[in-house]
């Protein structure tokens, strides 16, 4: 296995989290990115630099690979597919990632596939959005290249068209959502599958970003079992082989809907490292290589925080915040070293485990505290 040459498209934190655990297994990772500072460059001896979207590095970067993964989306799936004509192995396949890739696409292969969705309209820009003035209040997001809520906004009224995107975007109906919770689920190349228990996300209102997640979610065992069900269908419909984080909704009047998938490892899946048996990394890892699936039983509870530049740590010196942090029992810091960046950039986060989610949520309390941070209660 050890032999087996692994490329990962994307060098930032998932990518440094998979490389961390395919040590364990004694591989060498190879990582593309563009940027010579992105957080796997230091950690692996076959760091590429070259844009992930682009074709021609693409190509070149897996003519010396056996498998391919991602820990993006935004990746050249014209090349993936060049690249298992060739005899590589690409997980998940270029065609799950294309679908993903546009927010229509996804939306309209999970309604294939008889999975619930928030029901949406296709928007061609600004000016087409007029043509839906009876279907606002609505939330508008941009076909692609959306992430951490940046593709994102509410439409009000007829007013907010004039600050709406001219890109081509779908109009969701406005969900009255309890809770958003995630369950990532794994599929490998004989068909087994295993998730994760839910978990439930609480995202910044004002940014849409995640700001902490809880695991395991607050909610009853039959929606968690209809959850699981969810990504279990999905993953299926999608023919997956990979790792699939599928965030869902769940309404007020009880109803889970499936918001969007990321075909990779994903940020509510962060805890696994600590709180589970496998992580979601060895997992994906364990899939690629076509080693057998690991065990995703739950060891603890926990609470992640995510901490976003600048705001997480503001009022205090990063250093001298995280060295408190590090006082408390069962606080697990993942720092990413990125060189700083723009408002909302995640710079790191903090998983707390506890015996019981009460118990996590206080410690958690208190580290939110020393970081300056707030909690809005959900
Ligand atoms: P991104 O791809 O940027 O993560 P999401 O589709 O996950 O974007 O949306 C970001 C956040 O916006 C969600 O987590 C949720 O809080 C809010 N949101 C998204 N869609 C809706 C909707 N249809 N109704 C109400 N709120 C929504």
Redesign the pocket.
Known sequence: MERLKVGVLGGGQLGSMLIRHAIDFGLNIAVLDKHADSPCARYTSSFCIGDPMNYDDVLAFGKNLDVITIEKEAVNTKALKALVQQGKKVFPSPDIIEIIQN?NTQKKFLESAEIPV?P?VTINGREDLRRYLNKLP??L?KCEN???????M?IKNEQDIDIAFEEPSIL??????KN?ISVIVTRNEEGVVHCYDPVM?I?D?ER???DYQISPANISEEQASDAIDIAVKTAKALNLVGILAV?M?LTNDGKLLV??LAPRPHNSGHHTIEACVTSQYEQLLRVVTGLPLGDTRMKNSSVMINLLEPSALRKKNVELALKEVLYSNDVHLHWYGKTGGHEGRKMGHITITGSTIDNAFSKAKTIRNILNMEYEES
């Open positions: 927010k928030v949406a609505g939330c997001k959306g992430y951490d809520g940046k593709g994102v509410i969701e109906e406005l969900v009255d959502i958003e996300m995202f209102k849409m970003i995640l965030e909704f918001n969007e």
